[in-house]
């Protein structure tokens, strides 16, 4: 499998927009060490053939205009692109679905209630079913295993969807928020390929239970949640900002943190998502090094490997 990272900062990449916090002022000053990010992307492929998406960045756009393996190859209108996946329907995992809305054929697997999130509630994704035979939406079940399909059909990587503890996006309203179901709102992947090797995506996990430490003992390389070194880092920029945990990310550093907690995991280890506050983005300082001296690296947008 080739598995390309498109983007690897989390919403609002680095910088952002409306951002002038230690990270962002010093990388426009041009005095940063470390790189610019666009908003998480990944793209995975058996064959270089056929290509799927794990979710659909607000970045999409110039990350697909950037590798020439994406542009239309036969026809004047076509992709190589024959599918999505969804793991949530935060806003920076699914914008770019409308930025795809041009009358393509491919397939979105998404959980019931993340289709229901996009499809009854918010109207403007009704933009990819314009016309018969556009996308089509395939139901996927939390522990599940279903197959990615090319679009001539044959079933190439496998894929298992891994239930997390729920959380939600903050545009969802109360009331609708207690019809859903709390199984299907927050998913980690893992992705197989024919010889076994597994993938495993998990850029948005606040606990790592029992459960979940004994699948990722079985996983060859993690992208795994990098959003915040520390459970307080928003506050640093606004007094009012929730703690990482409260918004679903479970930190880098501490105690319970993710540096320590899959301390013992053999996988290549690779933190995505990474948000533009984050110190880890900052390659002269003492967090990257401590990653780094613990095995980890902090993901860069660009970067290809094969599993
Ligand atoms: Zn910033």
Known sequence: MRIKLLGTAAGGAF???NCACRNCRSLRKGSFAGKPRSQLQVAISQNDKSWYLLNASPDIRSQLERDPVFYPRRQVRSTPIAGIVLTSADLDQVLGLLTLREFEQFRIYATPTLQRILREDNSMFAALNR?????????????????????????????????????????????????????????????????????????????????????????????????????????????????????????????????????????????????????????????????????????????????
Request: proline residues 6%.
């Open 15 to 17: 910088p952002q927009w």
């Open 131 to 307: 016309v018969p035979g556009q996308v089509t939406w395939v139901d996927i079940a939390p522990g599940e295993r279903f197959s990615l399909v090319s679009k001539k059909g044959e079933a190439e990587l496998c894929c298992t969807p891994v239930p997390l503890k729920e959380h939600a996006p903050s545009y969802i309203s109360h009331q609708r928020r207690l019809e859903l179901k709390d199984e299907e709102l927050l998913l980690g992947l893992t992705i197989e390929t024919a010889a076994g090797r597994r993938l495993g995506y998990f850029p948005a996990i606040c606990e790592i239970s029992q459960e979940i430490m004994k699948m990722l003992a079985g996983i060859d390389v993690i992208l795994f949640d990098g959003t915040f070194w520390s459970n307080n880092e928003l506050q640093g920029v606004r007094a009012t900002a929730p703690m990482a945990r409260e918004i679903g990310h479970l930190p880098v550093s501490g105690a319970e943190g993710s540096l320590e907690r899959l301390a013992g995991l053999k996988a290549r280890k690779i933190y995505v998502h990474v948000n533009n506050t984050n110190p880890l983005l900052n390659e002269a300082g003492r967090e990257y090094r401590q990653v780094r001296a613990a095995g980890w690296e902090v993901a860069e947008d660009g970067w290809e490997f094969e599993l």
